[in-house]
C-alpha cells in the first residue's frame, strides 16, 4: 500500500489559447481522469457515428472540467480550438489517463485488447455501428 493519494485532477496551460466571442483569451484549465463512460457514452452520439473523428471531441468536453472563465466546455468550445490546443489536449488525456507501467499492455497488440477512446479512432477505420459507403 502507498500513502500517495490518487491525482484525479491535472492542471495545464493551452499553448494558444480559446478565444471567445467577446475576444477574452482563455488559456488556463483542468482536466480530470477519464471514466470508462467518458469512453464509451461519445460512442452513441449522432455526431461521433456520423464521423468518428468527432470521438475526440467529445471526449475531451467529458474530461475538461474548466477552461479560463467560460461557465462551460462543450463540444462547441473543443471544435473551436486552435489544432495546437487540440493536439496539447489530446496528449494530456492520453499523458494521465495511462498508468506508468501500461508497456505490458498495448492496445491492440499482445494484450488482445481492442483500442478505446481517442485511440479507436487513430487507425481510421469506422466506429461500431458506422455503415461506411
Known amino acids: 500500500m502507498t500513502d500517495s493519494a490518487l491525482q484525479t485532477e491535472h492542471e495545464f496551460t493551452l499553448p494558444q489559447g480559446y478565444v471567445d466571442d467577446d475576444g477574452t483569451l482563455h488559456k488556463e484549465g483542468r482536466m480530470r481522469l477519464a471514466t470508462a463512460a467518458d469512453e464509451i457514452k461519445p460512442l452513441k452520439d ?3 457515428q456520423s464521423n468518428s473523428s468527432y470521438l475526440t471531441v467529445v ?3 467529458r474530461v475538461v472540467t474548466e477552461l479560463g472563465d467560460l461557465e462551460t466546455v462543450d463540444p462547441d468550445v ?3 480550438l486552435f489544432v495546437t490546443d487540440l493536439e496539447f ?4 488525456y492520453e499523458q494521465i489517463n495511462t498508468p506508468d507501467d501500461a508497456q505490458s ?3 491492440g497488440e499482445a494484450s488482445g485488447l481492442e483500442p478505446t ?3 479507436a479512432v487513430d487507425d481510421g477505420e469506422a466506429m461500431p455501428g458506422n455503415t461506411t459507403s
Open 46 to 48: 449522432p455526431r461521433v
Open 59 to 61: 471526449l475531451l468536453s
Open 78 to 80: 473543443i471544435e473551436s
Open 89 to 92: 489536449l489530446q496528449s494530456l
Open 105 to 107: 499492455a498495448v492496445p
Open 117 to 119: 477512446g481517442m485511440d
